[in-house]
């Protein structure tokens, strides 16, 4: 079978589990004997209307395509009100899909990616999946979480979407920047990951907004309210237009239900996976005290999306009482005053690689993911799964498909007071042998996450359309 993936590209500009996932299927289905290719979007040339796709270059097998002048890469810092969708009057998507003969294109973002694409793809009876990561498309910043640190629910007609980006307006990019950003070509690797260092300390520190702000201006400004409703509307048409859309959760699929008809789309869950995952449930010797003491585990970014900050706030409250704990904490903590944390209680370590895990698991009584916004499914909760380790995990994570509440871990009920993470890690520290109980439960039955597997069940998905 001939297969065209399309995602992001590869560090420095982009990485993180949407890559690793797209990048890791492809070889998978490599091995397998299919014939499979990738395509990322590429530079630009100036008129945005003119678009074509071209080799880039081979990788690990794999060959490499570009679109040269796709739609616009949204960040989230980035004011998409000002004409970030153009139409792709001139291209070759057509010529380039009849001389690969692909039978499949397998979309992992709906970022860059142009609807003339899809379109030509249907036309020539090309079967089209999506497979989720993130809510671009529906949500400008891909996470539905908004410039005062809390959920959208309600986009307003576009003006929430202007406060966002009103809020983070210090640290936007024109499109010219954008596109020198995005052009490899224009900038050296070194530049490219400092800018993006900068950028992601902006928005990960968004915590005092713009007072300055003219509402006003905001609440009459009706072409850019209109501009965010036609960038929803866009990729609401791409969507319905897939033959499948494959949602890594449960709770990803609740999220696009919302703004998307799904009895009109035909869709399946399907939790995702890497090459990485191994059944590594036996290899470590578990134990649910560390130095008697329960050690509590959070990996990742150290901010308010992820429920960082109130994870620390939960364990400074629960010290008054419980001491035997600790917390050691995985993620860049460059940005972190570590000044005001006990030390005995809260311990950095920095960031961390795949080759960090057996010994990071192997000192670990459970993990937590306390995230406040809808994490779409969570790579680092199956990595501590895979090693036997147990969860305590919002119930925002769509990890919580692989957990039975009181059983193999707990899923509490995320709210603003965090009073339900709170009780849920006393009774941990009161009660830690249900960690063990946890860990057992873990251990029963077949280890089903491993790319292999996964690989042909994305096949089967194929084979259904």
Known sequence: ?????????????????????????????????????????????????????????????????????????????VNTSDGFIKQKSTNNYRDFLKKHEFKILHVHSLMGFPIELLNEAKTLNIKTVFTTHDYFGLCPSIDFFKYDNSLCSDYKNGEECLLCTYHTRNYNYSKRNLKILINKHYLSSYTINLMLRLLKKAKNNTLSFD????????????????????????????????????????????????????????????????????????????KPLISDKVSFLFMGYLNKKKGFFDLINVLNEIRQRYTNWELNIYGDCSDIDMSKLDKNFFKFHGKYGHEDLSNIFSNSSVLIIPSKWKETFGFIGLEAYSYGIPAVVSDNVGFTDLITNGVNGIIYKDDDSNENLKESLIKILEHPMLLKNYHEEILKGKFKYLMEEHCKEVLNCYESI
């Open 211 to 286: 007072n300055n702000i003219d509402y006003k201006e905001i609440e009459h400004n009706k072409e850019k309210k209109k501009a965010f409703m036609h960038f929803r509307e866009y990729y609401k048409t791409i969507l319905e237009k897939f033959d499948i859309v494959l949602f890594n959760s449960r709770i990803t699929k609740s999220e696009y239900g919302k703004y998307v008809n799904l009895n009109n789309i035909k869709h399946e869950i399907l939790n995702i996976t890497h090459s990485g995952i191994q059944d590594n449930r036996n290899i470590i010797k578990y």
């Open 1 to 77: 079978m001939k297969i065209l993936h399309y995602f992001l590209g590869f560090p420095p500009l982009h990485d993180g589990g949407l890559m690793i996932y797209a990048t890791d299927l492809a070889k998978e289905q490599l091995k397998m004997g299919h014939n499979v290719a990738m395509l990322m979007p590429g530079i630009y040339t100036g008129d945005m209307s003119k678009s074509e796709i071209k080799f880039y270059k081979m990788q690990e097998g794999l060959p490499i395509y570009q679109i040269i002048n796709p739609q616009l890469m949204v960040f989230p810092w």
